[in-house]
């Protein structure tokens, strides 16, 4: 009779053991069946299913019954379920209650979720309605689930475990997502095109032992409650068609404005701030100030769903935003920046519109440069170094803010946003004392050429400036933030510019110079068998090393850093290297447009917790890896062999 350490195995897996292989304490054999795949952890993912649908009825059965059990016999619920109004695709099922989650998916077929087409009749009012659903399904997990509930409280290896459904929560923007989809048909599936979620369960666990009422409970209660979320007759019909219309009316604003030669739309009565830097929702302070646009720049848009919308319009060139400490001027540019996503009703910056090509720039001391032209702006480094394909894995301020300019015009940008208290201030400006200190100096400011940067790409920028005047010489439009409220005082500062001379007119560069551009080492991306993980919105660990996003501040959410990791795989082998950077991302674009985000999922996965990113964002990601062992460069020579 067996004692001790290996009595305790042999009763918790069975007389095989505690190993994974068949005959070995593995998985039954059951799941050894055609069409099925045992990945690295000894879980099971599906490739196909050779039986058809089971009952509900079965499921709720198979898992009361699993109670006590091995944590690996939730195997057994692989597969197909149907309910009386949706259809449970239960597709990775995880193997240890520390492991990550199981994902199902559920889909209520259109001809009962019964949504009116009308709201899914184009590609923006689809993400609309996706959105919608998304947060409502959200909300219902909130009062399913308690906050305390959600948190595993008890620690130890014996305590209870999982029992926790979670899905991609959405933010303050309206962004593609994969957590609710609009599905497609599939030959043979029998249940016709619908309303897919996506989410992710911790199936509950006592230690290593299945919990078999709390499973019942997750099957038989949360995930139906789940599925009501899709059904038309669930929500408030009017604020579900409005939700839609807003969002569809903030696009077509963004059409317009780029139509009429603007860059930037605030809405009168627009709610800027926002409730802490740590949060993202509105100001609900009584006392809170609204926006009003200077009456000069006044501009009025008729909208498809909403009508009339008058606000500050702000036009194609050099704006300069001006202030005092704590007065508004950052809140305003953050708000710029954020303007080239759709918010959501009630958020106080819906209506607030930006050009889509608009980037933000800032100062990253530390980041890596590959083989980027940075001689618009930097050149005659000491030593003789060239600066037309300059490459430095630990850039300096100013180097990486050049940097940073030139990789945006190569991506396409035709808005660059710039905050004084995050930039370089040698690259911002040199004023005629230092110029007469330092003769030797290899940086050229942005001062001198943000106008041939205009001129020669046609590239406007707006700049938050407490204390660089000298943009006063440049500046097209210079606004005033005192007290939260919003002057145009471009005529004074052209007079003081008059009265108090800079050195910016006799220095301002005739040209910019030529964006080159440069090709995708797709061989230093990583592999399928790198291991890539994302922890937080600004971080993607790739092996041992870290690939830093905190400078992408129009990455809004972790469910775009998880697209970008999922790119960067998926490019590796379904790009030709050796491509021009920008012409890769168009294409990945267009493939997200006709495919979706699925695009970059291996075909054996289905990832609800992705969402769309744009070209921007990731290219600005490419630009920042890191090969330290490596002699690839992840960016080579236009005129590479």
């Known amino acids: 009779m067996c004692t001790g350490r290996g009595a305790y195995y042999k009763n918790l897996y069975g007389v095989r053991g505690r190993g994974r292989g068949r005959g070995r304490g593995g998985p039954p054999d ?111 997990l909130d009062g399913l689930q308690p906050s305390s509930s959600r948190e595993n409280t008890n620690s130890g290896w014996a305590g209870e475990k999982g029992g926790q459904v979670a899905v991609d929560r959405p933010g303050q923007q309206v962004l593609e997502r994969t957590a609710v989809v609009l599905a497609q048909d599939e030959p043979g599936n029998g249940l016709g095109p619908g309303v897919e979620l996506r989410f992710c369960v911790s199936l509950p666990a006592q230690g290593r032992t299945i919990s078999g009422d709390r499973a019942h409970r997750v099957f038989s209660s949360t995930i139906p409650a789940l599925a009501q979320c899709l059904l038309y007759s669930s929500h408030d019909q009017r604020r579900l068609a409005e939700f839609v219309d807003c969002i569809e009316d903030q696009e077509y604003l963004r059409r317009q404005i780029t139509e009429e030669g603007i860059v930037a739309f605030v809405p009168d009565g627009a709610v800027l701030p926002r409730m802490s830097g740590a949060a993202d929702t509105p100001m609900t302070l009584p ?156 940086i050229t400011p942005l001062a001198y050429k943000i106008r041939a940067m205009f001129a020669d790409h046609k590239c406007s920028s707006i700049l938050v400036i407490g204390g660089c005047g000298d943009y006063c010489d440049v500046a097209d439009l210079v606004l005033e933030m005192r007290n939260y409220h919003c002057f145009d005082i471009t005529e004074a500062a052209k007079q003081i510019a008059q009265e108090i001379p800079s050195a910016v007119p006799e220095h301002q560069a005739p040209c910019f110079g030529a964006i080159r551009p440069r090709l995708l080492r797709t061989d230093s991306l990583p592999s399928s068998e790198k291991k890539v993980s994302v922890r937080k919105r600004s971080a993607i660990e790739i092996g041992d090393e870290t690939l830093g996003l905190s400078a992408l501040v129009q990455l809004t959410h972790d469910s775009q850093t998880r697209t970008i990791a999922a790119a960067l795989k998926y490019m590796r082998t379904a790009t030709d290297c050796g491509a021009p950077l920008k012409d890769v991302l168009r294409d990945l674009e267009a493939q997200f447009d006709a495919q979706g985000l699925d695009t970059v999922v291996p075909q054996d996965r289905i990832d609800g917790f992705l969402a769309r990113v744009r070209p921007f964002e990731l290219g600005m990601a490419i630009n920042r890896l890191v090969r330290k062992s490596s002699k690839l460069y992840v960016l080579s020579k236009d005129d590479m062999s």
């Open 287 to 442: 006392n809170v100030v609204r926006f009003r646009s200077p009456p000069n720049l006044q501009r009025t848009f008729t909208l498809p769903h909403r009508g009339d919308i008058t606000g500050m319009a702000i036009a194609k060139g050099i704006t300069m935003i001006v202030g005092g400490g704590f007065h508004g001027k950052s809140t305003l540019l953050d708000a710029l920046a954020r303007g080239c996503y759709s918010h959501i009703p009630g958020d106080g910056r819906e209506f607030l519109v930006t050009s889509p090509r608009c980037v933000s720039i800032q100062g990253e001391d530390g980041r890596a440069i590959t083989n980027v032209d940075i001689s618009p702006f930097i050149t005659n480094l000491p030593g003789d170094i060239s600066t037309s394909w300059f490459s430095t894995q630990d850039a300096s301020g100013s180097t990486s803010m050049a940097a940073g300019v030139v990789e945006a015009l190569e991506l396409g940008a035709d808005t660059l946003l710039f905050d004084e208290d995050t930039c370089a201030t040698n690259f911002l400006i040199r004023d005629r004392r230092m110029q007469r200190l330092i003769s030797a100096d290899p």
């Open 30 to 140: 059951s799941i050894h069946q055609a069409g099925t795949d045992i990945d690295s952890r000894g879980a099971k993912r599906l490739r196909t299913v050779e039986e058809g649908p089971r009952s509900s009825e079965g499921l709720l059965q198979k898992v009361h019954s699993l109670g006590g059990k091995s944590y690996l016999a939730y195997r057994d619920i692989q597969g197909h379920w149907d309910f009386s109004t949706f259809r449970l695709y239960v597709d990775y099922v995880q193997s240890d209650p520390y492991a990550p989650p199981s994902k199902p998916r559920l889909r209520v077929p259109h001809t009962i979720a019964g949504i009116p087409r009308t709201l899914f009749s184009n590609k923006i009012r689809t993400i609309a309605l996706c959105d919608f659903l998304a947060r409502r399904v959200s909300d219902v």
